[in-house]
């Protein structure tokens, strides 16, 4: 955990960079954040609440709210003003949601206050991630998990609030923010870019296609075999969504195919290990094999021969896939 030196370093690190121009390196997990996966990092100018660095709890608090607005942040934590001596505090800023969402929203979307808030409690190692969100309108527990196991988040119950009702895509910010003070450690700019894309990416999708739980396991799907088949070719990608959405009865068009494959090229480069995936989100990888799609025995032959034997006979690909391709 930083020493009160360490957070000195830091916070003159950060104004260096941006002095410079460059993104401010605090954390993401598109839309509020945090999940699973041993990540890089992201330094986070730490607002800390104590001395004592052994905290297991975390919250990161919009810098933006009022006085009544936080308190009903608390009120949905299930915790008081003093119980916060129990907890590191940092805050969010809403230059920081720009700096990283900018990319991926409007600035009007984007707005001027810094709300979402988000409390991170570290649990036993191999627990994985569990995610509550409270009035988050927009981002789903499923698209959080997905892009912080992208970002690096391992171990933990992770609770995403609003004031009042919002679309929650700033919150991922918060939590990588957190997750960050939280270990330590750093958090690429290309891995936390990598997961806010994810997370906006599904967002869009999953109000396109009107149905959020499948757009979350149809990314789950993808980048697990993006991950266990070392699949780096956007053609390769492309079979792998197509596979995919094939098995969970999605029908997408070409532009949304395109849009995944745009992000999944990015997620392809970001060092994330196949067990922990399925472990970190292992609530998402649960429906999916409810779903008929059991990833338990991963298939490494390849995918595009597979997804050729699709294509020359549709009847036998598709139970091709579900024996074959998915265990």
């Given at each position: 955990?930083?020493?009160?030196?360490e957070k000195?370093?830091?916070?003159e690190?950060?104004?260096t960079?941006?002095?410079?121009?460059?993104?401010i390196?605090?954390?993401?997990?598109?839309?509020v954040?945090?999940?699973?996966?041993?990540?890089k990092?992201?330094s986070?100018d730490?607002?800390?609440?104590?001395e004592?660095?052994s905290?297991?709890?975390y919250?990161?608090f919009?810098?933006?709210?009022?006085?009544?607005?936080?308190?009903?942040?608390l009120?949905?934590?299930?915790i008081s003003?003093s119980d916060?001596?129990?907890?590191?505090?940092?805050?969010?800023?809403?230059?920081e949601?720009?700096d990283y969402?900018?990319?991926?929203i409007?600035s009007?979307?984007?707005g001027?206050?810094a709300?979402?808030s988000?409390m991170?409690?570290?649990t036993?190692a191999?627990?994985?991630?569990?995610?509550?969100t409270?009035?988050?309108?927009?981002?789903t527990?499923?698209?959080y998990?997905?892009a912080?196991?992208?970002a690096?988040?391992?171990?933990?119950q992770?609770?995403v609030?609003?004031?009042?009702?919002?679309s929650g895509?700033s919150?991922?910010?918060?939590?990588?923010?957190?997750?960050?003070?939280?270990?330590g450690?750093d958090i690429?700019e290309?891995?936390?870019?990598?997961?806010?894309?994810?997370?906006?990416?599904?967002?869009?999708?999953?109000?396109?296609?009107?149905?959020?739980?499948?757009?979350?396991?149809?990314?789950?799907?993808v980048k697990?075999k993006?991950f266990?088949?070392n699949?780096?070719?956007?053609?390769d990608?492309?079979?792998?969504?197509n596979?995919?959405?094939n098995?969970?009865d999605?029908?997408?068009s070409?532009?949304?195919?395109?849009?995944?494959?745009?992000?999944?090229?990015?997620?392809?480069k970001?060092?994330?290990?196949?067990?922990?995936?399925?472990?970190?989100?292992?609530?998402?990888?649960?429906?999916?094999?409810d779903?008929?799609?059991?990833?338990?025995?991963?298939?490494?032959e390849?995918l595009?021969?597979?997804?050729g034997?699709?294509?020359?006979?549709?009847f036998?690909?598709?139970?091709?896939?579900?024996s074959g391709l998915f265990?």
């Amino acid at each position: 955990m930083a020493g009160k030196g360490e957070k000195g370093i830091i916070r003159e690190r950060m104004e260096t960079e941006m002095k410079h121009g460059m993104k401010i390196l605090f954390g993401v997990l598109l839309c509020v954040g945090l999940l699973c996966v041993p990540g890089k990092s992201a330094s986070a100018d730490a607002v800390v609440s104590g001395e004592d660095t052994s905290y297991d709890r975390y919250i990161a608090f919009g810098q933006d709210l009022k006085a009544s607005e936080k308190q009903k942040v608390l009120q949905e934590f299930g915790i008081s003003e003093s119980d916060l001596s129990n907890y590191k505090t940092i805050e969010i800023t809403n230059q920081e949601e720009h700096d990283y969402l900018g990319d991926y929203i409007d600035s009007k979307v984007i707005g001027t206050r810094a709300l979402s808030s988000v409390m991170i409690v570290k649990t036993e190692a191999g627990s994985g991630i569990q995610v509550e969100t409270k009035n988050i309108t927009y981002c789903t527990s499923g698209m959080y998990c997905n892009a912080l196991v992208t970002a690096g988040l391992e171990d933990a119950q992770v609770t995403v609030v609003g004031p009042f009702g919002i679309s929650g895509t700033s919150a991922l910010v918060g939590a990588m923010k957190a997750y960050s003070v939280m270990t330590g450690k750093d958090i690429s700019e290309s891995t936390m870019d990598a997961a806010t894309d994810e997370l906006v990416t599904t967002a869009e999708l999953a109000d396109t296609i009107g149905d959020s739980e499948k757009v979350e396991q149809l990314v789950a799907a993808v980048k697990q075999k993006v991950f266990s088949d070392n699949l780096t070719t956007r053609d390769d990608i492309k079979d792998a969504i197509n596979a995919s959405a094939n098995a969970l009865d999605l029908n997408l068009s070409e532009d949304d195919v395109n849009k995944i494959t745009d992000m999944m090229e990015k997620v392809s480069k970001v060092d994330v290990d196949v067990d922990a995936i399925k472990e970190q989100a292992k609530d998402i990888y649960n429906k999916l094999k409810d779903s008929g799609i059991d990833f338990s025995k991963v298939d490494t032959e390849g995918l595009t021969e597979k997804v050729g034997g699709f294509f020359s006979n549709i009847f036998n690909a598709v139970k091709d896939f579900f024996s074959g391709l998915f265990g």
